[in-house]
């Protein structure tokens, strides 16, 4: 009895293996390219270099050094990506948003909204935003900026 169910656990452990690896083989092939961390250039961003991470559950963050603008704070952006289409195709939509404060007083300036499409071809993605700014009661405050985002994928 005792040679059964070692047989059986031998026989479970290597199911459960195959198992697993298929879950992650399968789990790699559904993620969309844009996955992963980018260095980013925005030649018209007031700091032209970014950082964005874009994540599996469909979540999106950007930073940027915070002396890019002299006048407000704005270092970080969170937003949401999705597929635009066919996740394999590397076309990406998505939108992210940030706040900037006043240096001196601490109080918001704006909020902006930036929403993008992205082509993500191998470890570079090319795409372009258009930045819309809000003042606190949800007013526009000057005339959305169009930009272009080129990314180069960050690797080990």
Do not use: Y
């Not at 961390?37 to 979540?59: L, N």
């Not at 900037?100 to 300036?109: G, K, P």
């Amino acid at each position: 009895m005792r040679s059964v169910s070692r047989a059986a656990h031998a026989t479970g452990s290597v199911l459960l293996l195959i198992v697993l690896t298929a879950c992650h083989a399968n789990s790699r092939r559904d993620l969309s390219p844009i996955v992963g961390t980018w260095i980013v250039k925005v030649p018209e961003a007031p700091f032209p270099m970014h950082m964005f991470a874009f994540h599996s559950d469909g979540t999106v963050q950007q930073s940027n050094p915070d002396a890019g603008d002299p006048n407000t704070s704005d270092s970080a952006a969170i937003g949401a990506w999705q597929p635009d289409g066919d996740p394999a195709s590397g076309q990406v939509k998505g939108k992210i948003v940030e706040f900037t404060a006043d240096r001196a007083t601490h109080q918001l300036v704006s909020r902006g909204e930036i929403p993008f499409t992205l082509q993500v071809s191998g470890d570079t993605f090319h795409g372009t935003c258009r930045a819309s700014f809000f003042d606190a009661s949800g007013r526009p405050i000057r005339e959305p900026i169009t930009a272009t985002l080129d990314g180069q994928r960050v690797v080990p």
